[in-house]
Structure formats: structure tokens, C-alpha cells
């Protein structure tokens, strides 16, 4: 079992910044099986997308809407995924949850961004 815990979400004005974090715990077992983990998002009657992924290895893939604007980066060590916005836009405005896969699939429970105009 592997829990991820959001934080960092927020108001913030146009052109603002925010980082999120996402710290996975649970068993070593689980723990150790895990190689990507992502960042999703939600908007208000729009489907989910994925916003941008980090593999242990450093590799990273970005949406093509936040390229040049958000940063992922993860600490191993600290078990944790970092979501660096800046030049938020208004349509940015989302539920940002974390994910990853350890055998199964896991989300964390979101976190609000809303950006305002």
C-alpha cells in the first residue's frame, strides 16, 4: 500500500506562483516498486490530464500547455515530488492530484489551484 499526500495548492493571481509537493509513505515493499510519479489535473467539467511525470531516473514529460512554465522534480530520499508553477493562467484553475504506480495504481486525495484573472 502507498499513500500520497498533497499540499501547496492555493489562490493565487495571474502570473503568480505556486509549488506543490506530494510525499508517498506506505510499506517498503511498495515503496520500492515505484518509478514514475505524476502530476494530474482536473478542471471543472473537463476530463483529467496529465500535467507532467518524473521517472526515478530524472526523466521528465510535460504537457504541452505548461511547458516552460511548470517544473517537476522529485527528492528519492524524501519519498516526495515537487510541482513548480509559474505564469499561472486562469485556465490553470484545477484539482492537481498526485499519482503513481507501485503494482497498483495511486492517487493522492488533490489538492485546490485556483488562478485568479
Known amino acids: 500500500q502507498v499513500q500520497l499526500v498533497e499540499s501547496g495548492g492555493g489562490l493565487v493571481q495571474a502570473g503568480g506562483s505556486l509549488r506543490l509537493s506530494c510525499a508517498a509513505s506506505g510499506s517498503i515493499s511498495s515503496i520500492i516498486r515505484i518509478n514514475v510519479m505524476g502530476w494530474y489535473r482536473q478542471a471543472p467539467g473537463k476530463q483529467r490530464e496529465l500535467v507532467a511525470s518524473?521517472?526515478?531516473?530524472?526523466?521528465?514529460n510535460y504537457a504541452d500547455s505548461v511547458k516552460g512554465r511548470f517544473t517537476i522534480s522529485r527528492d528519492n530520499a524524501k519519498r516526495t515530488v515537487y510541482l513548480q508553477m509559474n505564469s499561472l493562467k486562469p485556465g490553470d484553475t484545477a484539482v492537481y492530484c498526485c499519482?503513481?504506480?507501485?503494482?497498483?495504481?495511486?492517487w493522492g486525495q488533490g489538492t485546490q489551484v485556483t488562478v485568479s484573472s
Open positions: 518524473i521517472a526515478r531516473s530524472g526523466s521528465t
Open positions: 499519482n503513481t504506480v507501485a503494482g497498483t495504481e495511486y
